[in-house]
């Protein structure tokens, strides 16, 4: 597997929460990661459908961009009981601007019209490395929970305040943010990232 040649990498994203988590999970390996608008990058259009193929989309563009090695992240929130969704649209659930509070309630809303007893959910995360000469690789990551309404919490971002992970009786919203980022989808997926390009 290719390994970073370089501590500086572009971060594939516009989104300020996922931006900051990375930077907490690269630190430890002394990379400087900065997001693709302090390139004036734009993002690409997510195409794709699944994860993975919206995370390679964003990091190629992103590389050839700025020339540099890119990250991308691609993650969402599955809903068993909604089939999957709000799946790869759940940024778009909550609108443009971003409305997050308005996203939850409206996943609330699918669940009272199905009279849905099973609450079960999954976070997914598919990370992209790729290089300005086109070289990529894909590592995927989850998290099993569950949903619970009203939101609580204000820590994190997205969805955190409506999702219970598995084995926890508090959201990712309430959660310490040391904590969730040891257990979520994207540590999941960055575990084997960094299983295979730094060790």
């Given at each position: 597997?290719?390994k970073?040649?370089?501590?500086?990498?572009?971060?594939?994203?516009?989104?300020?929460?996922?931006?900051?988590?990375?930077?907490e999970?690269l630190?430890?390996?002394?990379?400087?990661?900065?997001?693709?608008?302090?390139?004036?990058?734009?993002?690409?259009?997510?195409t794709?459908?699944?994860?993975a193929e919206?995370?390679?989309?964003?990091?190629?563009?992103?590389a050839?961009?700025?020339?540099?090695?890119?990250?991308?992240?691609?993650?969402?929130?599955?809903?068993?009981?909604?089939?999957?969704?709000?799946?790869?649209?759940?940024a778009?659930?909550?609108g443009d601007?971003?409305?997050f509070?308005?996203?939850?309630?409206?996943i609330?809303d699918?669940?009272?019209?199905?009279?849905?007893?099973d609450?079960?959910?999954r976070?997914v995360?598919?990370?992209?490395?790729?290089?300005?000469?086109?070289?990529?690789?894909?590592?995927?990551?989850?998290?099993?929970?569950?949903l619970?309404?009203?939101?609580r919490?204000?820590?994190?971002?997205?969805?955190d305040p409506?999702?219970v992970?598995?084995g926890?009786?508090?959201?990712?919203?309430e959660?310490?943010?040391?904590k969730?980022?040891?257990?979520?989808h994207?540590?999941?997926?960055?575990?084997?990232?960094?299983?295979?390009m730094?060790?």
């Open positions: 597997m290719r970073i040649g370089s501590n500086r990498l572009i971060i594939a994203s516009h989104n300020d929460g996922k931006i900051i988590e990375i930077n999970l630190e430890l390996y002394g990379i400087k990661a900065v997001s693709a608008k302090k390139y004036g990058l734009s993002d690409p259009d997510e794709g459908k699944t994860f919206n995370a390679i989309l964003k990091a190629k563009a992103a050839v961009g700025a020339n540099l090695p890119s990250l991308s992240d691609d993650s969402g929130l599955e809903v068993a009981a909604l089939g999957g969704d709000p799946g790869i649209y759940s778009r659930w909550a601007p971003r409305d509070g308005f996203a939850m309630g409206k609330e699918e669940l009272k019209k199905k009279a849905a007893t609450l079960s959910a976070f995360c598919a990370l992209c490395l790729a290089w300005p000469d086109g070289e990529e690789a894909v590592f995927e990551g989850e998290v099993r929970g569950r619970t309404f009203p939101p919490g204000e820590n994190g971002f997205g969805y409506i999702f992970p598995d926890h009786d508090i959201t990712f919203g959660m310490d943010p040391a969730k980022h040891a257990m979520s994207r540590a999941d997926a960055f575990r084997k990232l960094t299983k295979a730094f060790e």
